[in-house]
């Protein structure tokens, strides 16, 4: 009964690929956010959806592409991978009502 | 300035003491404040959000509110080594956007 489940866990790829990262919350939630956490920890907001709509869209390079096909659900599709993508990426999830967001487990993305 | 500062540490307090963690920051409109634990390798976890002034108390935790000054504490009593994690500090001016700070490492010794 996972609330905030993101796939794959673990991704190790080389620079100029692409890739993609899946997230799901069955929380009930209508608004869902990826993160991105540094080496630094640093965690930083990329994007926010709420009820599939496109709301947060932080200086982000545009090889970066969210998709949101229904407000359970919320993808990130990467571009022509680099070595500064490594990071921890993170879905949240939280009510548009609320600003307490709740994580999912993360994706470790690691660009060689 | 950053926009939400915390003192990175670690810090390290023994078993049954009280914990402080502190942070700052510089929107004056923020309305929300939200503190998080993240275990190593592991996601934040929500554990205490405030919305006023004063004091809130949750268990063990209480987080502290001063908008005048600009910070937001969180307290915990009878720290345990299961404590131990980095602690985010995290805040909104309403709306969904929360803005973190870096985080603080606490080490609750035996």
């Known amino acids: 009964d996972t609330a905030v489940s993101q796939t794959p866990k673990y991704l190790v790829t080389q620079m100029g690929n692409d890739k993609s990262i899946k997230c799901e919350q069955n929380?009930?939630?209508?608004?869902m956010y990826w993160y991105k956490q540094d080496s630094k920890k640093f965690l930083k907001i990329m994007f926010s959806?709420?009820?599939?709509?496109?709301?947060i869209n932080e200086t982000v390079p545009n090889r970066f592409s969210p998709k949101s096909p229904d407000k359970a659900h919320l993808n990130l599709h990467i571009n022509s991978l680099e070595l500064g993508d490594s990071a921890v990426y993170f879905c949240?999830?939280?009510?548009?009502?609320?600003?307490?967001?709740?994580f999912g487990p993360g994706t470790r993305l690691t660009v060689t | 300035q950053k926009e939400v500062e915390q003192n990175s540490g670690p810090l390290s307090v023994p078993e049954g003491a009280i914990a402080s963690l502190n942070c700052t920051y510089s929107?004056?409109?923020?309305?929300?404040f939200f503190w998080y634990r993240q275990y190593s390798g592991k996601s934040p976890e929500l554990i205490m959000s405030?919305?006023?002034?004063g004091d809130k108390e949750d268990g063990r935790f209480t987080a502290q509110l001063n908008k005048a000054s600009q910070y937001v504490s969180l307290l915990i009593r009878d720290s345990q080594p299961s404590d131990s994690a980095t602690y985010l500090c995290?805040?909104?001016?309403?709306?969904?956007?929360?803005?973190f700070g870096t985080g603080t490492q606490l080490k609750v010794e035996l």
């Open positions: 405030i919305y006023s002034n």
């Open positions: 929380l009930g939630h209508d608004t």
């Open positions: 949240a999830s939280s009510q548009w009502s609320s600003s307490e967001q709740y």
């Open positions: 959806y709420n009820n599939k709509e496109l709301i």
């Open positions: 995290a805040v909104t001016p309403g709306g969904n956007k929360l803005t």
């Open positions: 929107d004056r409109v923020s309305q929300s």
